[in-house]
Each structure stands twice: as C-alpha cells, then as structure tokens.
C-alpha cells in the first residue's frame, strides 16, 4: 500500500515552453503533497505543500508563478514549469501524506530537461 | 528552523563488513527523524523512523538505527552489508508534536558496497 506515482517519468522541452508534471496517490487519499526538486548529488530540497482544495505553500525562494501547484483532488497534485528554461533542469519528485501523519511517501520522480 | 549534517559524503565498503551512517541534527524542539534510501533515478523508500519509545529502531533491509538525545544523533548501521546496498541514503527530521510535516534532509551518504 502507499503507492504514489509521477507522471512523467523524463521529459525533454524547449526552453519556453511549460511542463506538466502529475503526482497521484493510487491506493490512499492524500491530504497533504510535497514537491521536491533535487540537483544531481544534492539532497532535497522542499518547493512548496499543498493541500487539497488549498493554494499550496511555496517555500522562501521559489517562484510561484513559474512554478504552478494544483492539488484539485485527494489523489492528484500538478506541478507546472511555466516558460521553463535550462536551469530549471532538474529531478523533480513528490511525496504525500494520508491524513495528519509524520510519514511521506514519495513518488519515483520526473527528470525535466529543458534545451 | 532544524538542520541535518550527514558527517560523510561518500562511504566505499566491501560486501559482508558493517557499516555506520552518520547523521547529526541540530533543533530548538523535539523532532523526529527518519532514514531514507534513494536508489539511482528513483524517488526515496522509508528505512527506518524515530517518533518515540525505544532509542533502537529497527528497519527493513536489515538496517538499525540508534537515537542518542544527548548527541543529537541517528546513525544508520547494518552488520554486513550486500552489493545491493549500493545506494544514496538520507536522513531527515521533522518537529513532533505539530501540525508541520515538513521533512528537512541531510545532503545524503553515497554509500557503495565492493565485491
């Protein structure tokens, strides 16, 4: 049980265009989503939560507006890149959450590659 | 405001010996903390997790970790590793007793098991 999935898991775009990214929760409703992006041997480093039904929360840094987090249901949360460009190359993972609870459950992550 | 320092970046061992994972937090409140395991291109397995009780936690994969109040500490060991070991590992806090879940991360140990 807590399967989460991402969707894609590569993608390869120009610079300026947008990409979507899809994080669901297959066998649990998840209350709470986490978006993570990682730079090659780095650790992860937190974007934004969201909560469903709620406009997420970005952490001090992050662009909002380039970095668009839809969570419309209990089992799905988007991340848009907006107008991407090749710095915001990068592994991009998910995790979620099943009610008030200290335990993430991360998806496989997406590698976004913008030429 | 919590932080992880992971004391190694890169541990190389052979198949069979032990090993120890080191990782020290720092945090003005009670946290809790986890091991993760992040294998090439794939998104982070829970290991193990500290919320209360024993100081000794018992993990999957044959992995222990140990919870010192007193050093700030929670290393990861095992007594004899396998090839398949082979992996990035993270550890990772969160502050008890709130509403925030937000995991904070180590840089992560490279740790690579030799025939």
Not at chain 1, 46 to 64: I, R
Not at chain 1, 78 to 93: K, N, R
Not at chain 2, 42 to 51: H, S
């Amino acid at each position: 049980g807590a399967v989460v999935s991402q969707h894609p898991s590569w993608v390869i775009c120009k610079s300026g265009t947008s990409v979507k990214i899809e994080c669901r929760s297959l066998d649990f409703q998840a209350t709470t989503m986490f978006w993570y992006r990682q730079f090659p041997k780095q650790s992860l480093m937190l974007m934004a939560t969201s909560n469903e039904g709620s406009k997420a929360t970005y952490e001090q840094g992050v662009e909002k507006d380039k970095f668009l987090i839809n969570h419309a249901s209990l089992t799905l949360s988007t991340l848009t890149v907006t107008s991407a460009h090749p710095e915001d190359s990068s592994f991009y993972i998910c995790s979620a959450t099943s009610g008030p609870s200290y335990e993430q459950y991360f998806g496989p992550g997406t590698r976004l590659t913008v030429t | 405001a919590q932080s992880v320092t992971q004391l190694d970046s890169q541990v190389p061992v052979f198949e069979e010996a032990p090993v120890e994972l080191r990782c020290n937090y720092s945090s003005s409140v009670s946290v809790y903390l986890f091991w993760y395991v992040q294998y090439p291109n794939q998104g982070l397995q829970l290991l193990l997790k500290y919320l209360s009780g024993s100081t000794l936690v018992k993990g999957i994969n044959g992995f222990e970790a140990e919870f010192n109040k007193s050093q700030t500490s929670f290393h990861l060991r095992k007594p004899s590793v396998h090839i398949s070991d082979t992996a990035e590992y993270f550890c990772a806090v969160t502050p008890s007793g709130g509403s925030n879940y937000k995991l904070t991360f180590g840089k992560g140990t490279l740790l690579t098991v030799n025939p």
